[in-house]
C-alpha cells in the first residue's frame, strides 16, 4: 500500500523565517512528486520533481527530491503571511492512478 | 493546464438530503477524480469517472451514496445522498493534465446540519 508522510504537521513562524517541510514516501513504480499549496479550497500546483538532487525553484520557494531515501522538502524562504497555507505532497507512479496526498503540514506565518 | 469550475461554491443542506456537485472542465479529458477534504484532513479520493463506464469507487465509499455521472469528456456530477452532518466536507474534481500533472476545480465546501 503505497504512503505518504508529511512533517511537521503543523508550524508556526514569525515574517522572514525560512522554513524545511518534509515528504517521505513509498510508492510502488514511482514516477514523480508533486507538491501544492492550499489555501482555501482548491490546491494549486507548485512544483512536480521526477529526478534526484535537481532542486526546483519559484522565487522564495524551493525543492528537491532523493528518489533514493525516498523522500522530498519544500524549503520557503523569507516568509510571508501569504505564504500561510496547507502544503501537501503528493506522490505518483507510472500507472493512471490518481494522486494520493499526505496529510499535509499547516504553515502559519505570523507578522 | 485545465481550467475547471464547480458549481454550487457552497451549500448548507438539511440531514437527509441529497446535494448534486456539478464539475466542467474546458477540455476534454479521460479521467475525473473526486476527492472529499473534511475539516483538518487530507483529501481523499472517492473514486475515478471515466467516461462511457461506470466509476470506479475507492474502499469506504459506495456508489448508493455517492453516485456519480459522467456523461461526455468535459462534465461530471458527484451526488452526496441523504446526507449527515459526517458528510460536511469540501469535495473537489481533479482531472488529470498529462502523465505527471493534476489540477482541481475550486471546490464545494458542504456543510450538513
Known amino acids: 500500500e503505497d504512503k505518504v508522510v508529511q512533517s511537521p504537521l503543523s508550524l508556526v513562524v514569525h515574517e522572514g523565517d525560512t522554513v524545511t517541510l518534509n515528504c517521505s514516501y513509498e510508492v510502488t513504480n514511482f514516477r514523480s512528486l508533486l507538491w501544492y499549496k492550499q489555501e482555501k479550497k482548491a490546491p494549486t500546483f507548485l512544483f512536480m520533481l521526477t529526478s534526484s538532487g535537481i532542486e526546483k525553484k519559484s522565487g522564495r520557494l524551493s525543492s528537491i527530491l532523493d528518489k533514493k531515501e525516498l523522500f522530498s522538502i519544500l524549503n520557503i524562504t523569507a516568509t510571508q503571511t501569504g505564504d500561510s497555507a496547507i502544503y501537501l505532497c503528493?506522490?505518483?507512479?507510472?500507472?493512471?492512478?490518481?494522486?494520493?496526498f499526505g496529510k499535509g503540514t499547516r504553515l502559519s506565518v505570523i507578522a | 493546464s485545465a481550467v475547471i469550475s464547480q458549481k454550487p461554491s457552497r451549500d448548507i443542506c438539511q440531514r437527509g438530503t441529497s446535494l448534486t456537485i456539478q464539475c466542467q472542465v474546458d477540455s476534454q479529458v479521460t479521467m475525473m477524480f473526486w476527492y472529499r477534504q473534511q475539516p483538518g484532513q487530507s483529501l481523499t479520493l472517492i473514486a475515478t469517472?471515466?467516461?462511457?463506464?461506470?466509476?470506479?469507487?475507492e474502499s469506504g465509499f459506495v456508489i448508493d451514496k455517492f453516485p456519480i455521472s459522467r456523461p461526455n469528456l468535459t462534465f461530471s456530477t458527484l451526488t452526496v445522498s441523504n446526507m449527515s452532518p459526517e458528510d460536511s466536507s469540501i469535495y473537489l474534481c481533479?482531472?488529470?493534465?498529462?502523465?505527471?500533472?493534476?489540477?482541481f476545480g475550486p471546490g464545494t465546501r458542504l456543510t450538513v446540519l
Open positions: 481533479s482531472v488529470r493534465g498529462g502523465p505527471n500533472e493534476q489540477f
Open positions: 503528493a506522490p505518483k507512479n507510472s500507472g493512471n492512478t490518481p494522486l494520493v
Open positions: 469517472a471515466n467516461q462511457g463506464s461506470e466509476a470506479t469507487y
